[in-house]
């Protein structure tokens, strides 16, 4: 029985020692299959039928110098640079700063229409006033003409015979020698100087060749009837013949009575042209 039982075990051992010898076997005819199998053939470069070629020929001639030529490296793939992410353009810290100028420039420029517009305006208006003014004025000329018109022919029956156009009726005395058809002033001694002044003028021959910047003072006595007396040349005027010329005109000129009714010595100056007289 015992005998029986070895005999068994004996024979279950070997059965699992062929096993695993036969599995051993097994796989390392696979693994050898595999290895078989991945290996990767690769055969050099250039032309020609040398597939045993532990390289490829080099290129250039056989007789000269060999160009030696970089050997195929790996290829990598070119990753381009990361793009850097767009920024925004920088806002003014204070966006109301140009908006201000703005400001500022738009109310320069309306002030600066609004002054001419007013400059404008007020020029219209002038020239309105002006024109306003111009017609009346033409308008006030028209009907004093007509009335003088209307005095004319009634002057011409009424007036005196060296009366003037446009005169007075109620002057039946006469002028005094002006231009004027009108006078308002009160001062009498005032225009009997004028009158004197006039009537000298009017009396005085000027000598030929003498410079017209010539002017001498003079003295002489106005009397109350009106008379010139003690005529004389208190200040040359460098010219003798000038100097005596103002004194025959002075011998010349007559004159109405004062309107003071007195006598007066009068000092004035006479020059060879009237504005200069001062």
């Known amino acids: 029985m015992m005998a029986d039982s070895q005999r068994a075990f004996l024979m279950s051992v070997s059965l699992h020692a062929g096993a695993a010898v036969v599995l051993v076997l097994f796989s390392l005819a696979l693994n050898r299959h595999r290895e078989d199998a ?5 055969l050099v470069a250039g032309e020609g039928d040398n597939y045993a070629a532990r390289a490829a020929p080099a290129l250039g001639s056989e007789a000269g110098v060999k160009l030696k030529v970089p050997g195929t490296s790996e290829r990598r793939e070119v990753v381009p640079p990361p793009v850097a992410p767009a920024t925004k353009a920088a806002v003014p810290a204070n966006d109301a700063i140009p908006n201000f100028k703005k400001r500022i420039q738009y109310e320069i420029v309306r002030g600066d229409a609004k002054a001419k517009l007013q400059i404008r305006r007020e020029r219209e208006a002038e020239a309105k006033r002006l024109a306003e003014e111009k017609k009346r004025q033409a308008l006030e000329e028209a009907k004093r003409a007509k009335t003088e018109k209307a005095n004319q022919s009634k002057t011409d029956g009424e007036g005196i015979a060296k009366g003037v156009v446009g005169g007075s009726v109620e002057n039946k005395t006469g002028g005094a020698g002006g231009k004027a058809l009108r006078n308002d ?11 004197f002044k006039q009537r000298l003028r009017a009396q005085f021959e000027p000598p030929p060749g003498l410079s017209d910047s010539l002017k001498a003072t003079l003295e002489v006595r106005s009397n109350a009837d009106g008379t010139l007396t003690g005529a004389r040349v208190t200040g040359s005027s460098g010219s003798r013949e000038f100097d005596q010329a103002v004194l025959e005109a002075l011998g010349r000129v007559r004159m109405p009575e004062r309107p003071d009714r007195r006598g007066e010595t009068i000092e004035f100056v006479f020059a060879m042209r009237p504005r200069d007289e001062g």
Request: aromatic share 12%.
């Open 38 to 42: 991945a290996k990767v053939f690769e």
């Open 185 to 195: 002033s009160d001062d009498l001694i005032g225009l009997y100087d004028a009158m």
